[in-house]
């Protein structure tokens, strides 16, 4: 299997299926940091990032943030003192999609 972090996000259209149960399981390993929640009936991946103060939680946020707009994927970004809370995904088919998986596997991948 390839590893999430060398793939790069696609544009998704609506229509295109969300992954299946069996998908997901298969990519979870690979981004063992992030949770699977229910938002409003939306699944999305969750991970919360902590941090020495807010200084350094805001570089980590600007981070993420330049990689969102490298990989044209968006995630929604909490930034308080110590922590970050990052969620993620495919707003279009309102559902998990591989381009979530990249996100959080590259998101992690910026603690290195």
Same mark, same amino acid.
Request: proline content about 5%; hydrophobic content about 40%.
């Given at each position: ?34 949770? *699977? *929640? ?20 805001? =570089? ?8 969102? =707009? =490298? =990989? ?41």
């Amino acid at each position: 299997m390839t590893k999430l972090t060398e793939l790069k996000c696609v544009p998704v259209r609506s229509g295109d299926p969300s992954l299946t149960q069996t998908e997901i399981s298969e990519l979870q390993p690979q981004i063992p940091n992030w949770k *699977i *929640i229910d938002v409003n009936g939306i699944p999305h991946l969750e991970a919360v990032f902590k941090f020495k103060n807010f200084v350094a939680a805001l =570089e980590f946020t600007n981070k993420v943030g330049a990689l969102a =707009e =490298e =990989e044209d994927h968006h995630p929604l970004i909490i930034t308080e003192w110590g922590r970050v809370t990052i969620q993620l995904w495919t707003h279009v088919i309102k559902g998990l999609h591989r381009n979530d998986f990249i996100m959080a596997a590259k998101t992690d991948q910026l603690l290195n």
